[in-house]
C-alpha cells in the first residue's frame, strides 16, 4: 500500500515537472558542435581567392569568390541541405521541419572579404551555421520548423545580398562597380543570380520565424573585459560616398606655387576636416576615408582630380545625416579657398541602424549561461546582413572575440574555442526558438 502510495506521488510529481525536467535533461541540450571541424573549414576556406602577389582576396563576384562559393555548396549537400541560389546569388540551403508549414528559422552569414581581407569575418558564420546542420544530422534530429542556411552575396560591398532578398536593392546599386571590377548587376549574374529578376524573389516577412547571425566581434571589447560572447543589441547605420575634388591639372615645374589648383592638397585638407567634424560630436559615431586615387597620377603633373570615398556610421541616422551636412559645409569652404570644386554623390549602398530582437537577445543570453558561458550586450560598430534581415524578421546577433581586436586585415584571428562557444550558442538558441 505504502509503496503505491509512493508510486502515485512519484508520477504525479513526474508529471508536474515533466516541463522542467524536458528543458534540463533534453538530449538536444547536450549536442556538442565539433571544434576540429569549425576549425579545419576556416582553414580550407582560407586557401580559396588570392590574388597574384599572394594577398587574400576573395572579393565578390572575383574567381576566388566563386571558388570558395562552390566548395561550401558541396560542404551544405553533403550535409543534406537542399541548396539553391537565389535571384540576388545568396546561397540557400534548406533542411525540413516536422511541420512542414511551419516559417522557416534562417541562420548564416556570408564569405566574401575585403580587399587584404581576414578569414574569419562572416567565415566563422557561415561555418558555424553548416555546424549546426552537421550536428543536428548526427543526431537524427529534426527540429520543429524547417530550416535555412543563408550564405548572403558580396555583404563587403554594402550587404548586397541581403538588399536583395529582402527586395531593397535599388536599380542605381546595381549600376555600382563592385571590388572585383565588375558591375554589381554584372557580379550576380556570374554568380548565378539574375539582377532582371529581383523583384522576383520571395518576401521574406511571411515566412520567417527568425534570423540568427553568428560572427567575430571585429574589435577588442569581449577580449578586453573576458566575456565569451557578444550579445548584439544594435547594429550601425552605414552611408557611403564617392567624393571628386576637381582642380586643374599643370605642369608641376613650371607652376607657381601660388597659382595651382591642386586637387589632391584641397582632398587632404578634407581628409583632416572629416575627421574633426566627426570628431566635434559626443558618442561613438566614425568617419572614413579609406581609398584615394589622384589624376593623371604622375610625379610631374599637379594633381587635376582626386577621387575619393567617404563613410559614415552611427546608431542614429538623424547623426549620420547631421555630420554629413557639417563635412558639406567644410568642403564648400576649403573649395573656396582652393579653387576647386568638390561634390559628393551618395552610392545608395547604405544599410539603415538596426536594433537586434529583444526576445532573441534573451534567448542568446540563456543559452551562453546554460553553456557555461560569460556574455556582454554590446552594439556592433561593423555592419552585419543581420541589420537588413532585421527589417523584415525578428533577428539577433551573437559575437565571439577577436584576438587583439583586428579585423578586415589577415591578422583577424579567433580560437578554435571561441568559435566553438559562439557556434554552440547558436546551435542552442536556434533549439530554444524551435521550442516556440
Ligand atoms: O564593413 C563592415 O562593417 C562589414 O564588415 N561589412
Ligand atoms: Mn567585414
Ligand atoms: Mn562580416
Redesign the pocket.
Known sequence: MDTCRFSLFALIWLLAHSAVLSQVASPEGSFQVSKDRISHRIEALSKFGHDSIGRNYRVAYSQGDLEGRAYFMGLMKAAGLEVSIDYAGNIIGKRAGKFPSGKYITFGSHIDM?PNGGNY??CVGSIGALEVIEVLQEHHYLTNHPLEVIIFSN??GG?IGSHGFHRNLSAASLKEKSNSGLLIADGIRRVGGNPDSLERIHNPAGELAAYLELHIE?GGILEKEKRDIGVVEGI?G?EEWECTVEGMANHAGTTPMNQRQDALLAAARLIISVHEAVNSYQGRQVGNIGRITALPGAPNVVPGRVIMSLEL?DLSKAKIDSMFQNIETRAAAIAGSSGTRISFRNLNLGSTPELMNPDIQQAIMASATRLGLSYKVMPS????DAQEMAQVVPSGMIFIPSQGGI??SPREYSTPGDMANGAGVLLQTILALDKK
Do not use: L, P, T, Y
Open positions: 575585403v569575418d562572416g555583404e563587403e550587404e571585429q550601425v552605414i556610421r560598430g561593423a555592419g552585419h579585423s578586415h
